[in-house]
C-alpha cells in the first residue's frame, strides 16, 4: 500500500514529523502562493530527499476550490499552477465562508466549466480531495465537487468524524466501486485541521480502516495529516506499507 500524508499548516514542527517516515512518500503541502509552496518545499527535500511534494493551494475567501469560490481567484490560481510543474491537489469542498455561496451563485456554472477545464489539461497530476460516493452522490456532482475526469480521486473517508451509520454507508460504497486503481483514500483525522475541532482517529481505528482499505483493494492511502504523526501511528502504517520495488 502506497502512503501519502497531507499537511495543512506546513510550521517546522509539522514538517520534522518527515523523520518518522522511512519509505517513500508524497505529501501535499497547504500554500496560499507558488513562492510561498517554493520555500515549503526547500525544507521537506532538506529532511527528505525522495519525497513527491504536491502543491495544495489555498485560495482566498473560500479557502478550498468549488464553483462558488470567486471568480478571479480561481483564474489567478489556474494561471499560476500553469507555471509550475508540480504535483497538485484540489481540494473540492464547500466554501469554508457560507456567505460566498450567495454571492457567487450566478458565477456558478462558469467557474465550474473554468474547474473542468483546468482539470481535463492537467489530469495526469492532479489529485483531487472529495466526498466519496454515497447516496448525496448526485448532489455532490450537481454542486461541483465531482467532475468526471480520470484524476487520481482520494476519497475523504474521515472515519474519526462521521457516525457508525454513516460509516457503514461509506465502507459499502467504497466496496462497490469500480475501477479502484483510479482512487486513494483519506484516512484521520490524527490531528485538527482548519475547524479546530476535527476529533482525532486513534491508532487502533486507523489500522481497522487501514485493514479495510487493504481488504477493500485499494492500493492508495494519504493520511491526513502529517503533523499528527508518531511513534503509535507509524508502528500501525508500517504494517500496511509496501515493501520497496
Given at each position: 500500500m502506497q502512503m501519502s500524508f497531507y499537511e495543512e499548516f506546513p510550521t517546522k514542527e509539522n514538517i520534522?514529523?518527515?523523520?518518522?517516515?522511512?519509505?517513500?512518500t508524497r505529501i501535499f503541502m497547504a500554500a496560499r502562493s507558488v513562492r510561498e509552496f517554493r520555500k515549503l518545499e526547500k525544507q521537506v527535500k532538506k529532511i527528505k530527499k525522495d519525497v513527491k511534494i504536491g502543491y495544495w493551494p489555498i485560495i482566498p475567501n473560500s479557502y478550498w476550490i468549488s464553483p462558488f469560490s470567486n471568480r478571479r481567484d480561481l483564474i489567478e490560481l489556474f494561471n499560476e499552477l500553469d507555471k509550475i510543474k508540480n504535483l497538485i491537489l484540489i481540494d473540492l469542498e464547500m466554501p469554508l465562508?457560507?456567505?460566498?455561496?450567495?454571492?457567487?451563485?450566478?458565477?456558478?456554472?462558469?467557474?465550474?466549466?473554468?474547474?473542468?477545464?483546468?482539470?481535463?489539461?492537467?489530469?495526469?497530476?492532479?489529485?483531487?480531495?472529495?466526498?466519496?460516493?454515497?447516496?448525496?452522490?448526485i448532489f455532490i456532482k450537481i454542486l461541483g465537487l465531482d467532475y468526471k475526469i480520470k484524476t487520481e480521486k482520494s476519497l475523504m473517508w474521515y472515519s474519526s468524524m462521521r457516525s457508525n451509520l454513516i460509516n457503514k454507508k461509506i465502507k459499502k460504497c467504497l466496496k462497490n466501486l469500480k475501477n479502484k486503481p483510479q482512487y486513494s483514500i483519506s484516512l484521520g483525522t490524527i490531528a485538527t485541521g482548519v475547524l479546530g475541532n476535527e476529533p482525532i482517529l486513534s491508532p487502533k481505528n486507523l489500522e481497522n480502516d487501514l485493514d479495510f482499505v487493504k481488504r477493500a483493494e485499494f492500493s492508495k492511502v494519504i493520511l491526513f495529516r502529517l503533523g499528527g504523526l508518531n511513534k503509535n501511528y507509524i508502528k500501525v502504517i508500517n504494517k500496511f506499507q509496501a515493501p520497496p520495488q
Open positions: 520534522d514529523k518527515l523523520r518518522l517516515v522511512k519509505f517513500k465562508k457560507k456567505k460566498m455561496i450567495l454571492k457567487n451563485i450566478f458565477y456558478f456554472f462558469q467557474n465550474k466549466r473554468l474547474i473542468k477545464k483546468f482539470m481535463k489539461k492537467n489530469k495526469k497530476r492532479i489529485t483531487t480531495a472529495e466526498f466519496p460516493a454515497s447516496i448525496f452522490s
